[in-house]
C-alpha cells in the first residue's frame, strides 16, 4: 500500500484505468466527488490528478474536467517530443557519495547558480571583524582562547537563547567551529561505536556522514514536511530498538522545512527522557522564520539536561565564520574536553568581532531584512515550479528555513538528473543525499536563498526541461 493518500488515490485510478474499468474518453470524477468519496482533501486529489496527467494517463480539458487520454497518448509518447539543446559535456553516472564531494567542491552554498547577491548584514561585518583585527594584542597572538570560547560571545548567545525560550547561562555553553562541529562533539560525548541514532528521514546529509564516520547506526524515522517526526513513529522505534541518541531538528528541519508542533516536542522528551535518551537538536535554521515569532527550541522544555543544542550562524549570517556553538546540558564536562582535543580553541578575533556584532544589534538587524527577503523568496519560487517544473508533483510550504523539497515523478532519478544539470552549468541536491538508505531518488532540495534573478530563472527553465526529456 503507498505511503500517502495521494499516491493511494493515484493508484486505483491507474488501475482502474489500466483494468479498462474507465475507457479512453471517459470523464473521470469531478474534484469535489472524488473528496467526498475517498474522504481527502481537494490538494490530495489534485496531486493525485496531476501526476497522472504527467505520467500521460488522462488529460484535462478547461471547463470540462478530467478524462481518461486515448491509449497513444502515454507516458512514452511523450518522451518522444522534441529533443532539447544536448549538454556541452558527455554526463556521466554519479553515486549519491560522489555527489555529495562534487557538491562540496562548488562551495555547497548554493542551488541553480552561484550567487553574487551582498547582504546588508556583511558591511557591519566586516567593520566589526577588522576593528577586532586592528585590537588585537601582541599577548593574544601567543596564547590560545579558553576552550569553551570568549566569554563575551557566549554571554550575547546566552541572552540570544533566550528568544527561543532557552535559558542558558555563559558557562553552559561551547564555542566550536560550526555547527557541524558542534553534532560531531555531540555525538562522540553520548555515543559509542555500533550505538543506534535515530535520525529524520529525509535528513540532513551531514548527519549521516558524521553518522558513518564514528561507525554508528542510523535509524531512520519517517519524517513529514509539516511536522517533522511523529512521536508515534519514535515510540515505535523505542520499543523495538536500543537507540542511544535521537538527533532532530525540530525547527525548520533540512531538507523539508518541517517545523515541529509544541505538543510533540513535548512528548518526544516523554519518550526519551525515561530511557535516558541523549537527544541532539539541531537549531541551525531556528532564526530564518518567516512569521512573527521564533519557534520554541525542543531544549527548552527539557529540565534534565538530556538535550544537546547545536547551531552555528552559517543560515543566519554567514557560512565562511565557521562559528557555532553547542549547549551540551549533563554532557558539558565531556563535551569541553572533546572541544579541546578535536580543535583545541577558537580564533579569539574572530569571537571578538562577531561579539561586537551582536552586542550593537547588527545581527537582529540583518535577520528582520533576510528574512523578509527569503519568505518573498520562497513564495516566487513557488509560483515558479508550476510553471517551470510542472512535472513537480508535490512541493512542501514550509514557515521557514532556506530550501523547499520537491517530489517528481517516480521515473526521474535526481542523481543523474544532476549529472545532466551540472554539464549545463546547474546544479541541484538530489533527494538521495538525505539518506542512507536507497530512497527519495526522485526528490530535490530546492533553495530559495537567493533571489529570482533573470538568469536564475532561466536556469530553472532549462531544469524543467531536462526532466522532461530525462524521465519524467
Ligand atoms: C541542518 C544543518 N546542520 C548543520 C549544518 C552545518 O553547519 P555549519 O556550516 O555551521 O557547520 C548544515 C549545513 O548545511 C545544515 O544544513
Same mark, same amino acid.
Given at each position: 500500500?503507498?505511503?500517502?493518500?495521494?499516491?493511494?488515490?493515484?493508484?486505483?485510478?491507474?488501475?482502474?484505468?489500466?483494468?479498462?474499468?474507465?475507457?479512453?474518453?471517459?470523464?473521470?470524477?469531478?474534484?469535489?466527488?472524488?473528496?467526498?468519496?475517498? %474522504?481527502?482533501?481537494?490538494?490530495?486529489?489534485?496531486?493525485?490528478?496531476?501526476?497522472?496527467?504527467?505520467?500521460?494517463?488522462?488529460?484535462?480539458?478547461?471547463?470540462?474536467?478530467?478524462?481518461?487520454?486515448?491509449?497513444?497518448? =502515454?507516458?512514452?509518447?511523450?518522451?518522444?517530443?522534441?529533443?532539447?539543446?544536448?549538454?556541452?559535456?558527455?554526463?556521466?553516472?554519479?553515486?549519491?557519495? +560522489?555527489?555529495?564531494?562534487?557538491?562540496?567542491?562548488?562551495?555547497?552554498?548554493?542551488?541553480?547558480?552561484?550567487? =553574487? %547577491?551582498?547582504?546588508?548584514?556583511?558591511?557591519?561585518?566586516?567593520?566589526?571583524?577588522?576593528?577586532?583585527? *586592528?585590537?588585537?594584542?601582541?599577548?593574544?597572538?601567543?596564547?590560545?582562547?579558553?576552550?569553551?570560547?570568549?566569554?563575551?560571545?557566549?554571554?550575547?548567545?546566552?541572552?540570544?537563547?533566550?528568544?527561543?525560550?532557552?535559558?542558558?547561562?555563559?558557562?553552559?555553553?561551547?564555542?566550536?567551529?560550526?555547527?557541524?562541529?558542534?553534532?560531531?562533539?555531540?555525538?562522540?560525548?553520548?555515543?559509542?561505536?555500533?550505538?543506534?541514532?535515530?535520525?529524520?528521514?529525509?535528513?540532513?546529509?551531514?548527519?549521516?556522514?558524521?553518522?558513518?564516520?564514528?561507525?554508528?547506526?542510523?535509524?531512520?524515522?519517517?519524517?513529514?514536511?509539516?511536522?517533522?517526526?511523529?512521536?508515534?513513529?519514535? %515510540?515505535?522505534?523505542?520499543?523495538? &530498538?536500543?537507540? +542511544?541518541?535521537?538527533?532532530?531538528?525540530?525547527?525548520?528541519?533540512?531538507?523539508?522545512?518541517?517545523?515541529?508542533?509544541?505538543?510533540?516536542?513535548?512528548?518526544?522528551?516523554?519518550?526519551?527522557?525515561?530511557?535516558?535518551?541523549?537527544?541532539?537538536?539541531?537549531?541551525?535554521?531556528?532564526?530564518?522564520?518567516?512569521?512573527?515569532?521564533?519557534?520554541?527550541?525542543?531544549?527548552?522544555?527539557?529540565? =534534565?539536561?538530556?538535550?544537546?543544542?547545536?547551531?552555528?550562524?552559517?543560515?543566519?549570517?554567514?557560512?565562511?565564520?565557521?562559528?557555532? &556553538?553547542?549547549?551540551?546540558?549533563?554532557?558539558?564536562? +565531556?563535551?569541553?574536553?572533546?572541544?579541546?582535543?578535536?580543535?583545541?580553541?577558537?580564533?579569539?578575533?574572530?569571537?571578538?568581532?562577531?561579539?561586537?556584532?551582536?552586542?550593537?544589534?547588527?545581527?537582529?538587524?540583518?535577520?528582520?531584512?533576510?528574512?523578509?527577503?527569503?519568505?518573498?523568496?520562497?513564495?516566487?519560487?513557488?509560483?515558479?515550479?508550476?510553471?517551470?517544473?510542472?512535472?513537480?508533483?508535490?512541493?512542501?510550504?514550509?514557515?521557514?528555513?532556506?530550501?523547499? &523539497?520537491?517530489?517528481?515523478?517516480?521515473?526521474?532519478?535526481?542523481?543523474?538528473?544532476?549529472?545532466?544539470?551540472?554539464?549545463?552549468?546547474?546544479?541541484?541536491?538530489?533527494?538521495?543525499?538525505?539518506?542512507?538508505?536507497?530512497?527519495?531518488?526522485?526528490?530535490? *532540495?530546492?533553495?530559495?536563498?537567493?533571489? &529570482? =534573478?533573470?538568469?536564475?530563472? %532561466?536556469?530553472?527553465?532549462?531544469?524543467?526541461?531536462?526532466?522532461?526529456?530525462?524521465?519524467?
Amino acid at each position: 500500500m503507498p505511503e500517502y493518500l495521494y499516491q493511494q488515490l493515484e493508484q486505483t485510478l491507474r488501475d482502474e484505468i489500466k483494468s479498462g474499468q474507465r475507457a479512453p474518453a471517459d470523464r473521470l470524477p469531478s474534484v469535489r466527488q472524488l473528496c467526498a468519496e475517498h %474522504e481527502v482533501s481537494k490538494s490530495t486529489v489534485l496531486v493525485a490528478y496531476g501526476r497522472l496527467e504527467s505520467e500521460g494517463l488522462i488529460e484535462a480539458r478547461p471547463r470540462s474536467g478530467y478524462f481518461v487520454s486515448a491509449p497513444q497518448k =502515454t507516458k512514452k509518447n511523450i518522451l518522444q517530443s522534441p529533443a532539447p539543446s544536448q549538454p556541452t559535456s558527455a554526463p556521466a553516472e554519479v553515486s549519491a557519495g +560522489q555527489v555529495l564531494v562534487d557538491i562540496m567542491e562548488q562551495g555547497a552554498a548554493f542551488d541553480l547558480l552561484p550567487s =553574487t %547577491e551582498v547582504s546588508p548584514g556583511n558591511e557591519a561585518l566586516r567593520r566589526c571583524l577588522s576593528r577586532a583585527q *586592528r585590537q588585537q594584542s601582541s599577548a593574544e597572538q601567543l596564547y590560545y582562547d579558553e576552550p569553551m570560547g570568549l566569554s563575551s560571545l557566549r554571554t550575547q548567545l546566552a541572552q540570544r537563547l533566550g528568544q527561543s525560550g532557552s535559558q542558558i547561562d555563559k558557562n553552559e555553553l561551547v564555542i566550536t567551529s560550526g555547527c557541524q562541529h558542534a553534532l560531531l562533539l555531540a555525538l562522540m560525548a553520548t555515543t559509542q561505536p555500533g550505538d543506534v541514532v535515530a535520525v529524520e528521514s529525509p535528513g540532513y546529509y551531514g548527519v549521516f556522514q558524521l553518522l558513518e564516520t564514528l561507525g554508528l547506526q542510523a535509524l531512520e524515522l519517517p519524517s513529514s514536511a509539516e511536522s517533522g517526526i511523529s512521536p508515534d513513529a519514535l %515510540e515505535l522505534a523505542l520499543q523495538h &530498538w536500543n537507540v +542511544q541518541a535521537l538527533m532532530i531538528s525540530p525547527c525548520y528541519a533540512t531538507p523539508t522545512g518541517a517545523c515541529m508542533p509544541e505538543a510533540n516536542k513535548r512528548r518526544i522528551l516523554e519518550l526519551t527522557q525515561p530511557r535516558g535518551i541523549a537527544i541532539i537538536e539541531d537549531d541551525i535554521y531556528g532564526d530564518c522564520y518567516f512569521g512573527l515569532q521564533r519557534p520554541r527550541s525542543l531544549h527548552s522544555y527539557d529540565d =534534565t539536561g538530556s538535550v544537546l543544542l547545536c547551531s552555528s550562524f552559517s543560515k543566519s549570517l554567514s557560512r565562511d565564520l565557521r562559528v557555532g &556553538w553547542i549547549a551540551p546540558g549533563r554532557y558539558l564536562e +565531556q563535551v569541553k574536553r572533546l572541544k579541546v582535543v578535536t580543535a583545541l580553541a577558537s580564533s579569539r578575533t574572530l569571537q571578538q568581532g562577531i561579539s561586537r556584532f551582536l552586542e550593537e544589534g547588527s545581527l537582529d538587524r540583518h535577520l528582520r531584512h533576510m528574512r523578509q527577503q527569503h519568505r518573498d523568496q520562497c513564495q516566487e519560487l513557488q509560483t515558479l515550479i508550476p510553471k517551470y517544473l510542472p512535472m513537480a508533483t508535490r512541493c512542501s510550504q514550509p514557515e521557514g528555513g532556506v530550501a523547499l &523539497w520537491l517530489e517528481l515523478p517516480d521515473s526521474v532519478d535526481t542523481v543523474s538528473l544532476y549529472a545532466k544539470a551540472r554539464a549545463l552549468g546547474i546544479t541541484i541536491t538530489p533527494g538521495r543525499l538525505f539518506t542512507a538508505q536507497d530512497r527519495y531518488q526522485n526528490f530535490l *532540495r530546492m533553495s530559495f536563498a537567493h533571489p &529570482w =534573478t533573470t538568469k536564475r530563472k %532561466e536556469a530553472l527553465k532549462k531544469l524543467g526541461k531536462l526532466v522532461l526529456t530525462n524521465g519524467a
